[in-house]
């Protein structure tokens, strides 16, 4: 057993784009805010930002929780670095499997 407070959290799990139908894509991309990190993270040099670098009008576990949906989705990696979390888009991945689809969310009026 490890003393509280060193131990070391699981590392995420990813699903890789082709594994993921249109409807668990479009359903994560349906969400404010995790359409928000999405957009945030497209405007982001690759593995710059730590999952709490983000603003949106969530808590710590709902941030986490919309964070794993975008894993689900193939949207989004994860790696620890310290004690940080930092994210990539899966941009290229994700265009392959959905050609169109994030150029569409991404250049679309929040307001549409």
Partial sequence: MTPRGTGHRAAPEHTHPDDVPVLTAL??????????LVRELAGSPEWTRACGSFDVPVGKPALSHHFSVLRGAGLVEQRDEGARRVNRLRRAEFDARFPGLLELVLRADPLD
């Fill in 27 to 36: 359903a994560a991309l349906a969400d404010p805010v995790r359409l928000t």
